[in-house]
């Protein structure tokens, strides 16, 4: 069994990027990256906050990162105490020695120093023992951010020395954070004047974002105010008795306008609130908050520690980012680990986020999608702005559904220059993920209120989009659509991906079976105008012939005579190499595979799962042995050069009875934030960060793939095909409003209802 922790034993400076994403801890409303107290904006410090965006002048726009709660950094015998950061040090170090430091800052030998994070309750550990002159030092925190309030983080601090340590203790609120196209705040205002408090306005709209911050020590000390610019700062100072441990909690709020009226008056009587209740209580509240969440979506793995691990620390994450407080927020393709991405939501969360949220937690499925219902005014733009009817989702959406995607989106590593890319233009497969969303909401929940409040209506935007994009040549009878680009992204500008295409004529379906059911036409409101009941009848008989046509006759390529279905037109012409070749011919190591002049585009490799992704949501489009070969022709060559992509050919493995195939490709994605090697720079641009698609991917090919658990007809079936370390699995799965536990051993399942249900949807 696991014990639902993760350390690092040894300091090495390369990874202070890797695990600020590794040991991040959220709640929804924040996420803080798993960097030391120390630690400034040079070492990638974040507390992201979730729907919150702000632009500077011509830099993308992305989402803002609040000042730093958790600041704090120890002087002993008038020394700055801390490791050597990322641009002191050469890389090599272990662990044990220091890189010289500047000033007044000490040079000290590290003998002991560990980071670990408790997954189950989202709880960051450090310990590091410095060797300084007179003897060693230990400081020892443990700090979270609540999951029970998601305003307030609170951490405690223990110090203890072998010697009389001569100790100041300098902490609070630093709010000179670490941007990628800031600063994102124009004004900052800092004050420890009694409490410590940072009130910073934003650039582009004058949001507030507020921190208030208290300290509790239960040990005589003298307690001052410090100054530094952009920080709110006090010190408590001591002399240590030998190896007396003393402790030093702190706590802090944050609010934002976006949240309240006057976000730093409410930042402070949070922070009052909290300091009263203490450290420990806080973290009773939280863990309680934890388990209770785990309650229902834990997935106990026996025989296979590594794998149950690496999967239950991926739902983590999708935990750490659920948007349990609000509405109308999703989950950003790179979570909450900060800016990269522009902190905007993609198809990720429908396509590969949704499943474990929808199986698990249907509340927070249906916010999920309710963030899309109530961008649809956004999306009805961006269509209009580009020639369209209906609702063109934005390709990275950010508040209102505006889309962050810029027209040059990749910087050419040769000249520099930004290159023309049509990510946010042609990849129109967007808003069919969100009808099917919808569809499978309604389908595994057995809710249809979603409908009512706005879903309907979003389906029949999204099929008048995919409607007034369908192209028809004079001769023929079927509807194409020219000019996309599918999952795969090195290949722009296609005509008919077979994804794009299968995905629109499940839009159409979902929209022909809306219009014929009379629950939701009332709810579907102003089909067009004028809105007269007669006008109206009219308006949905006409829609129906339409996406009825539509739906019969959008092309769907099929398999040829090899049994390979072309991913395009034009694919199977297309210079058929390896993916090593493919990578032998770059340049430049961080050269762009895509666009007009990439080294993939004109050969059969591909960036991720593309038809295989087709595959994966309509299994029954073909019979096993054309699936068996499309996954064995596309897989040799797909670069997996997303990490949307490996979770997709596991699941297809898996419904063909590949499993031994499946099993190294789920371990890659449940691994993704476990594991280094993911991709953390694009020149001097960090694009690093969590990877919540992969998580959900992973959670997908453990329930869907190897647990093989399918709804049909109302009805939960679970064919299992475990990997063969994996001797007895057991899980949830939530169904029309019903908690299931499923028991497998030995290849057989057993689906049992469980007694406490809870309400599922709110
Ligand atoms: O949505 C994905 C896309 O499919 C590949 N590039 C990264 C995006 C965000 O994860």
């Known amino acids: 069994m696991i014990d639902w922790k993760i350390k690092d034993n040894l300091y090495n400076p390369d990874n202070v990027a890797w695990h600020g994403n590794k040991y991040l801890t959220g709640n929804g409303y924040m996420g803080v990256r798993g960097t ?33 709660g958790f600041y704090g950094y120890l002087i ?26 500047t000033g007044n800052v000490a040079t000290v030998k590290c003998s002991e120093h560990f980071i670990e994070l408790d997954y189950r309750h989202g709880v960051f550990t450090r310990c590091t023992t410095f060797r300084l002159l007179r003897g060693n030092i230990t400081v020892r925190s443990s700090r979270f951010v609540s999951m029970d309030n998601v305003h307030v983080g609170a951490i405690k601090t223990e110090i203890f020395a072998d010697f009389h340590a001569d100790v100041k203790y300098v902490f609070g609120i630093d709010a000179d954070v670490w941007d990628i196209n800031g600063p994102h705040f124009d004004i900052i205002k800092v004050s420890n004047d009694g409490m410590l408090t940072v009130d910073a306005v934003t650039h582009e709209n004058n949001h507030n974002v507020s921190v208030a911050e208290e300290v509790r020590s239960d040990f005589p000390c003298e307690l001052k105010d410090e100054e530094e610019l952009n920080k709110a700062l006090k010190s408590v100072s001591f002399i240590t008795d030998v190896n007396k441990v003393y402790e030093i909690e702190r706590f802090f709020a944050v609010y934002t306008s976006l949240d309240c009226d006057n976000p730093i008056e409410k930042a402070k009587e949070d922070t009052v609130r909290i300091a009263g209740a203490g450290f420990d209580k806080l973290l009773d509240e939280h863990r309680s908050a934890w388990e209770d969440i785990w309650k229902y979506s834990e997935v106990i793995i026996e025989g296979d520690d ?10 983590y994450h999708l935990h750490s980012i659920a948007p349990r407080h609000a509405d109308n927020l999703s989950i950003a393709a790179r979570g909450l680990s900060g800016q990269t991405y522009k902190g905007a939501v993609f198809w990720d969360t429908e396509m590969f986020i949704l499943d474990f949220f929808l199986m698990t937690e249907p509340e927070v499925a249906k916010k999920l999608i309710n963030y899309r219902i109530d961008t649809l005014e956004g999306a009805k733009k961006k269509a209009a702005e580009y020639g369209y009817d209906g609702a063109f989702y934005a390709w990275e959406s950010q508040e209102k559904g505006f889309d962050a995607c810029s027209d040059y989106n990749v910087t050419d590593v040769f000249t520099k220059r930004p290159m023309r890319t049509y990510f946010k233009d042609k990849q129109i497969h967007i808003s069919s993920a969100i009808a099917y969303a919808i569809g499978k909401y309604v389908e595994i929940t057995g809710d249809d209120s979603l409908l009512k409040e706005g879903g309907a209506e979003t389906i029949i935007e999204c099929a008048k989009f995919y409607y007034s994009a369908l192209v028809k040549k004079v001769n023929s009878d079927r509807y194409e659509l020219r000019d996309v680009i599918g999952p795969d992204e090195y290949h722009e500008r296609v005509d008919n991906n077979g994804y794009t295409n299968r995905m629109a004529k499940n839009t159409f379906r979902l929209a022909v079976r809306v219009l014929e059911n009379d629950k939701f036409i009332s709810h579907i409101c102003k089909l067009e105008e004028p809105n007269e009941e007669s006008a109206d009848s009219e308006i949905r008989s006409r829609l129906l012939e339409m996406f009825k046509d539509a739906y019969e006759k959008i092309y769907i390529p099929e398999p040829d005579s090899e049994g390979i279905i072309p991913q395009f037109d034009g694919y199977g012409e297309l210079e058929d190499v390896t993916v090593d070749e493919v990578r032998s011919r770059l340049l430049d190591p961080k050269e762009y595979w895509g666009g007009a002049y990439g080294v993939a585009s004109h050969t059969k490799v591909i960036k991720q799962a593309d038809v295989v992704t087709w595959l994966a949501m309509y299994p029954q489009d073909f019979d096993t042995k054309v699936i068996e070969d499309n996954w064995n022709y596309y897989e040799k060559r797909t670069e997996h050069g997303s990490s949307l992509s490996a979770c997709m050919y596991a699941l297809v493995a898996c419904k063909c009875g590949m499993t031994e195939e499946a099993f190294p490709l789920f371990t890659k994605s449940a691994t993704a934030d476990l594991a280094p090697g993911g991709k953390e720079w694009a020149g001097l641009v960090y694009i690093g960060g969590t990877h919540p698609a992969s998580a959900g991917g992973a959670y997908m090919v453990a329930i869907e ?23 007895k699995m057991t899980f949830h799965i939530s169904h029309k409003g019903t908690m299931y536990r499923v028991d497998i051993e030995e290849g057989k399942a057993t689906v049992t209802e469980v007694d406490d249900r809870r309400s599922l949807i709110a």
Not at 36 to 65: M, S
Not at 76 to 99: A, F, H, Q, Y
């Open 76 to 101: 002993v015998d008038d020394e700055i105490v801390r490791l050597p950061d990322v641009t002191e040090c050469d890389g090599k170090s272990d662990g044990t020695e220091s890189g010289n430091n």
């Open 306 to 315: 590594k794998s149950m691990e690496a999967l239950n620390y991926s739902l």
């Open 705 to 727: 793939g190897f647990a093989g658990v399918e709804f049909a007809e109302g009805k939960i079936n679970v064919n299992p095909r475990l990997p063969k370390n994996w001797e």
């Open 36 to 68: 030391l107290e120390e630690y400034t904006k040079n070492q990638l410090v974040a507390v992201n906050l979730a729907g919150i965006y702000d632009k500077v002048g011509d830099g993308w726009r992305e989402p803002v990162n609040a000042p730093n």
